[in-house]
């Protein structure tokens, strides 16, 4: 039992490091575009 909630810790940390990623990976790209949509 402890056990298995200390892999379902771990895997709730991968599920929201993956998440942060991936919501990097749109916000990232999407700032410089912004940027220069409101510069021109």
Known sequence: MW???EWG???GRA???LF???VFAH???ASPNC???RNY
């Open 3 to 5: 056990a298995d909630e």
């Open 20 to 22: 942060t990623l991936i």
């Open 27 to 29: 916000v990232l790209p």
């Open 9 to 11: 810790a771990k895997n």
């Open 35 to 37: 940027l220069i949509s």
């Open 15 to 17: 599920v929201l490091l």
